[in-house]
């Protein structure tokens, strides 16, 4: 098989996340290709000036300077899809790496919002029972102010019971 310089500048690659440089990859692309048209260039040069030796010394061109390309070029073009090859290697492994990478992160980071959660549920625990325990304190304090206000009697103008207001526990109190 052979490749010329329209083909390889015609060459269009599958495009993946994170891979190589799009464009740093077309410029490479372009200037194999460029390097493969002057090289094919020259040859012909080379392969009509021989010729022309030749035609110089026996009349007529022989045709095997014309009809198949030399080895260098053979070896050129296969040079360049080995370096293609290399390329699309390198950014196989570039793009699995960067993925292992993300895999990692994302890990790392779920992780560390697990911690966090927990230690928000460690929070509302501790403020539940902060609650509690304010809520019991709070209760304590109003039965003993509410005990003092009965035994002094003041608050009460008749002396009559009934309740006025009814504790978070269900037991009434007096105004």
Same mark, same amino acid.
């Given at each position: 098989m052979t490749i010329s310089k329209i #083909?390889?500048? %015609?060459?269009k690659f599958n495009r993946c996340m994170r891979g190589y440089c799009p464009e740093e990859v077309d410029l490479i692309m372009h200037d194999a290709a460029e390097a493969l048209g002057e090289s094919a260039d020259e040859n012909r040069r080379l +392969? $009509? !000036?021989l010729a022309e030796l030749e035609r110089g010394q026996t009349g007529r061109a022989p045709e095997h300077v014309l009809s198949s390309p030399p080895d260098n070029l053979r070896g050129t073009l296969a040079a360049g899809r080995k370096i293609v090859e290399d390329i699309h290697g390198n950014a196989r492994r570039e793009a699995s790496r960067i993925l292992e990478d993300a895999r990692a992160e994302g890990g790392r980071i779920v992780a560390d919002?697990? +911690?966090v959660k927990a230690r =928000?549920? $460690?929070e509302i625990a501790d403020l539940r029972a902060q609650r509690e325990a304010f809520e019991q304190e709070l209760r304590k304090i109003l039965e003993d102010h509410f005990r +003092?206000? $009965? /035994? /002094?009697? =003041? %608050? /009460? #103008?008749?002396?009559q019971s009934g309740? #006025?207001?009814i504790f978070a526990d269900g037991? $009434? %109190? !007096?105004d």
């Open positions: #083909d390889l500048l %015609g060459k +392969l $009509e !000036r919002a697990n +911690l =928000i549920f $460690e +003092l206000l $009965e /035994s /002094s009697g =003041i %608050g /009460s #103008d008749d002396g309740g #006025d207001f037991t $009434e %109190g !007096r």
